[in-house]
């Protein structure tokens, strides 16, 4: 029924949750789970060498070299919280893949429901609240609405 789980994860308390929840029914299922972590760097700054008299002043600028390591650190953060899920399954016996994207976080996780025919999703809910969730939406939320499988949010 659900052999192939999705877990998105993002280091927070409920994500643990939901993997300790999938970890649960992969047992049941005989399943496998595969990890995502899906990595943006906020606000995209232009990127150039300095700033010139036409850049706006409330843009943000910065050095090719030092947006690399703003990119690289998100990677390595995601790569860390992906390797820490992958030791928690491993040690429970059960079969896990990992997967790092860089992207929008409901737009990565729908794709890869979608094309690894996932059966079933599992994660975490943020508490955030009502008017924030109405003003800027969640990913629980978008997960939720345009899923291709069952998806189970923990708190």
Avoid: W
């Avoid at 906020?42 to 910065?62: A, D, F, K, N, Q």
């Amino acid at each position: 029924m659900f052999e192939r789980i999705l877990v998105p994860l993002d280091g927070s308390s409920h994500s643990s949750e939901a993997l300790r929840i999938a970890i649960q029914m992969a047992k049941m299922f005989n399943g496998r789970i595969t990890l995502i972590n899906v990595y943006a760097v906020g606000i995209r700054p232009i990127v150039m060498s300095e700033p010139t008299t036409l850049t706006p002043p409330s843009v943000p600028i910065m050095a090719p070299a030092d947006f690399s390591k703003v990119v690289e650190a998100a990677r390595r953060a995601g790569n860390t919280i992906l390797v820490d899920g992958e030791n928690k399954i491993r040690a429970e016996g059960v079969q896990v893949e990992t997967l790092l994207k860089e992207g929008h976080t409901v737009q990565e996780i729908l794709e890869t429901a979608k094309e690894g025919q996932f059966d079933l999703i599992v994660m975490g809910a943020r508490g955030v609240s009502k008017i924030r969730e109405i003003l800027l939406g969640s990913v629980s939320d978008g997960v939720i609405r345009n899923a291709p499988c069952p998806v189970l949010v923990t708190k």
